[in-house]
């Protein structure tokens, strides 16, 4: 998916909080029931010219380096970001990452208590620390000379704390002072209270500053312990930002930084799921010695990257806002029921909620809650004018920008963004996400979120007030009805899980439920392609998945796009050595809209003779781009040099004169002889299982014929063994050293191939710390492993100076040789199967990437676990293992050899 921003509000939200006496750092608290504000924008330049670059660098430990040169002012910002907040911890050490935020300031192994800030001070700056669920924060700012000192106390306030049992003591007792100031203020007691109800049994469920019980009991061996388990450079971010020289900053981060060691690995957390609907409303009514009511009101809402966040935000800003929202002018100017009345979401790295504050006299809270309910039960996006989303929208998209006004904001929002979600490129989609949200999805959105069954309700009343948790409770029950019995119902009839269903013709629907998002993912693949290719019609396959997307016997190729584009959906064709595919992806909202085209698409394609000439065009402007290019001319050539039999001897973009033969009755006979074979559509996402039954059900009775079974060959292998290209006026010559391996269907050896590979390859890999970082030899230095179901092969690449060929094959042999030779070690075992597992992951997160690799692996005849499977026989792979597996495959006399070379 991927991937939307956070609020800047949240950020704002998750930073603020009270000052201690003895030290300027801050700690998280609650959201403030204020005008909500929004995310950081795409960076502007101050004379119009192009952005100044962002530079991010990763050192070899994994610590991430962001460098921005911003000269408005002489001064330099400075920040670590660690991923130890709150939500990292456990239940018995509550509070230990803000009590750690605290320490870092009495005390580090050369700076004694105090002697930080006054370093920082003396000489004009500033310095801080913040604490949220999600991370912990340190930054300084200061002027643009004291550069080294800044990064210097900020690093050494990270990594070398003296955490002095004396000085721990004594700032205990001012983190309990803190702790009971937050509990004398209403909106602090009344998120507690939400939090603990809304995320019951997650690590958010208690305060960042933890509770008396728990921090008075935390020791120093245990901060030590919290200290090794989550300080490590590859869960970090350095950010440095201001009036700098980039190349002298990364130097210096080398230095400060650059030597640290991870001593475990880190994996990211799992976004938590919504909680189901059903257990609402919920109310809790706290009494105390106060003049006023506090009322908080909370929906859950997805993670803050979710894609839906954009349109929650905009939900949020037209409800509450600011003082021109439709609560606060219907229920503090128009009704005058409250003192104040905002709305505004919080959203984190693993969850997030839906905030409604209000303020008021006890008296009210009966006609006000009833009114209020009425007023969501009501709610009807077509009531807010153009006048009012537009007022909305530009007041969030102007509040990216005020991030930036200052130095500390710029450093703060860029620091925070490439920590939590994809950089500036994040703020961009955001930008396109918010101009798209319109009146439908703000109605889905408030439907499925905004709901009485989700409803969690805390109220802080004076000793004497009526005011009653079951009255609330009952209150929303007559005049907020809850839509959880028909929402049960249509669940019901939907999958829960994975569910195969079998189709007419041999052909299988695969339903991957996930209404994370909502969004459908959609693979279609058959067995064929180039399989169903003689070599004297090598590149067909191609040109037909290009062909077969542009435009219908209904439809005309722009007329399509158009549709698509409306829909925010997307529609592509692909073909492969042994298998055909048609993907789609779009909103589920536009479902009934979308298959009828997806429809058509299939068993109606125009195959206008317009479009395949401009098809063929561009398949054959795409050989010859690839032919300039060296790697695009080596992985041109590499399938037919490796292999002499079957679809992995074909050029599959085939060759400029003979796609320039094929005609529009090539394509329309390939077609139907490819269509005609059984195929498996898996659906990933948020659908309607019973319009995908039938939706696949009538393509398979329209399209399948009975074909026989498709066979997947074993090629045979090419006997020469070295293929020299040339490209004149190339600066670097590239060098593939491949070796033959076993297909899909040996798990056993693929699992073993791939933690090889993990083991080989990447910046912290064998061939890279070897070739790059001791020989210099290459900018890129890498492994590959490329597996079809009955053949596969390992390849290592360099891309060097043609100077270096020889050294560069020495290279790999050393490399080769030495894995045969010794056992690897255990640490650089399990650095693989980290880099596997994370890799995996990170690629399967994408509702289409999960939906592609169910519909590929059971088209190909593996059960939908297959890679799972992999990923944990990987895990019990032993170095004995992985040195057998070198030996066997990984030996000179199996190589095969291309080079592309000026």
Not at 260 to 270: D, E, G, I, K
Not at 280 to 297: E, F
Not at 450 to 462: H, M, S, Y
Not at 786 to 812: C, E, H
Request: aromatic residues 8%; negative net charge; glycine residues 6%.
């Amino acid at each position: 998916m991927f991937r939307k921003l956070l609020l800047l509000a949240g950020l704002a939200l998750l930073l603020a909080g009270c000052k201690t006496a003895s030290m300027n750092n801050r700690t998280e608290t609650v959201p403030t029931p204020a005008p909500t504000t929004a995310k950081a924008a795409s960076l502007p330049t101050l004379d119009g010219s192009e952005q100044a670059a962002t530079h991010i660098v990763r050192l070899k430990n994994g610590l991430t380096v962001l460098i921005k040169e911003d000269d408005r002012f002489p001064l330099v910002n400075v920040r670590l970001y660690v991923h130890a907040g709150s939500a990292y911890e456990t239940p018995d050490i509550a509070g230990i990452s803000h009590l750690l935020e605290h320490m870092v300031f009495k005390g580090t192994d050369k700076r004694a208590p105090g002697e930080t800030a006054r370093q920082i001070e003396s000489v004009g700056g500033s310095l801080n620390a913040a604490t949220s669920f999600d991370y912990t924060v340190y930054y300084v700012e200061v002027p643009e000379t004291q550069w080294k000192l800044g990064m210097d106390v900020v690093t050494d306030m990270a990594f070398h704390q003296t955490i002095d049992p004396k000085e721990l003591e004594s700032e205990k007792k001012v983190v309990l002072e803190e702790l009971e100031r937050g509990e004398d203020t209403p909106t602090s007691k009344l998120f507690k209270t939400l939090q603990s109800m809304v995320w019951k049994d997650t690590s958010y469920e208690w305060p960042i500053i933890g509770t008396r019980e728990t921090v008075s009991g935390i020791t120093r061996p245990q901060i030590k312990q919290y200290i090794a388990n989550h300080y490590q450079p590859q869960s970090m971010l350095l950010a440095v930002v201001g009036k700098v020289d980039p190349d002298k900053i990364l130097a210096e981060a080398d230095q400060l930084v650059g030597s640290l060691v991870n001593t475990r690995s880190f994996t990211p957390p799992a976004p938590l799921p919504v909680p189901e609907a059903g257990h609402g409303p919920r109310v809790v009514k706290l009494t105390g010695k106060w003049n006023k009511v506090y009322m908080g009101a909370a929906f859950p809402i997805p993670y803050g990257t979710s894609a839906e966040i954009p349109g929650l935000e905009m939900l949020c800003q037209l409800l509450g806002g600011d003082d021109t929202s439709r609560l606060y002018r219907t229920f503090k100017y128009d009704k005058q029921l409250v003192d104040d009345i905002s709305v505004s979401p919080l959203s984190l790295e693993r969850g997030g909620m839906l905030y409604v504050h209000a303020v008021l006299d006890a008296d009210k809270v009966d006609e006000f809650w009833t009114a209020l309910n009425k007023e969501m039960a009501a709610f009807d996006p077509a009531d807010f004018t153009d006048r009012e989303i537009e007022r909305a929208r530009l007041n969030l998209e102007n509040s990216l920008f005020l991030a930036k006004e200052t130095l500390s904001g710029l450093a703060g929002k860029l620091g925070y963004f490439q920590f939590l979600d994809s950089g500036e490129q994040a703020e961009k989609n955001y930008l396109f996400a918010l101009s798209q949200v319109n009146r439908d999805e703000l109605k889905r959105l408030f439907d499925e979120y905004i709901r009485p069954d989700r409803l969690t309700l805390a109220v802080l009343t004076p000793e004497d007030a009526p005011v009653s948790a079951e009255g609330l409770t009952g209150i929303t029950t007559a005049n907020w009805p809850s839509k959880k019995a028909a929402k049960a119902q249509q669940a019901a009839k939907q999958a829960t899980g994975p569910a195969e269903v079998a189709l007419p013709g041999g052909s299988k629907l695969i339903l991957l439920p996930d209404d994370t998002l909502p969004y459908t993912a959609m693979s279609m693949y058959w067995t064929g392609g180039d399989g169903e290719l003689d070599p004297s019609q090598q590149g067909l396959a191609a040109l037909t998945a290009a062909s077969l997307t542009r435009g219908t016997l209904k439809m005309s190729a722009t007329e399509l796009q158009d549709f698509l584009s409306d829909h925010a959906a997307s529609l592509g064709s692909t073909a492969g050595r042994n298998v055909f595919a048609v993907e789609a992806k779009f909103p589920t909202r536009f479902t009934d809209q979308v298959l009828p085209v997806l429809s058509e698409t299939l068993t109606g394609p125009a195959f206008n003779q317009t479009e395949v000439e401009r098809a063929k065009q561009d398949q054959i402007a795409g050989i010859k781009q690839s032919e300039d290019r060296p790697l695009g001319l080596a992985f041109r050539q590499l399938f037919p040099f490796l292999y002499k039999t079957g679809p992995y001897s074909l050029l599959h973009m085939g060759t400029p004169e003979g796609v320039e033969q094929f005609t529009t009755a090539d394509i329309i006979r390939f077609w139907s002889r490819q269509s005609m074979h059984p195929f498996t559509l898996a659906v990933c996402g948020d659908f309607d299982q019973e319009a995908m039954e039938t939706f696949a059900t009538n393509i398979a009775r329209t399209l399948t014929a009975p074909t026989g079974e498709y066979a997947f060959t074993t090629p045979e292998w090419g006997t020469e063994r070295e293929d020299d290209l040339h490209l004149p006026d190339r600066n670097q010559a590239h060098i593939l050293m491949i070796f033959p391996t076993p297909g899909k269907t040996d798990q056993e050896a693929s699992a073993k191939l791939e933690l090889l590979r993990a083991a080989l390859a990447g910046q912290s890999g064998l061939l890279f710390r070897d070739l790059r970082d001791k020989q210099g030899l290459a900018y890129t230095v890498t492994a590959m492993l490329w597996q079809s179901r009955n053949t596969g092969f390992m390849a290592l690449y360099i891309g060097t100076g043609p100077d270096k060929v020889d050294q560069s094959l020495t290279g790999f042999n050393k490399v080769l040789a030495d894995l045969a030779a010794t056992p690897l070690p255990q640490d650089e075992i399990d650095r693989a199967r980290n880099i596997l597992t994370g890799d995996y992951y990170q690629e399967h997160q994408s509702l289409l990437s999960r939906s592609r690799e169910a519909a590929s692996l059971q088209v190909r005849g593996f059960d939908l676990d297959y890679e799972q499977n992999l990923i944990d026989r990987a895990q019990t792979v032993t170095p004995a293992e992985i040195q057998d597996m070198v030996k066997q495959y990984l030996t000179p006399d199996k190589a095969y050899l291309m080079k592309v070379t000026p």
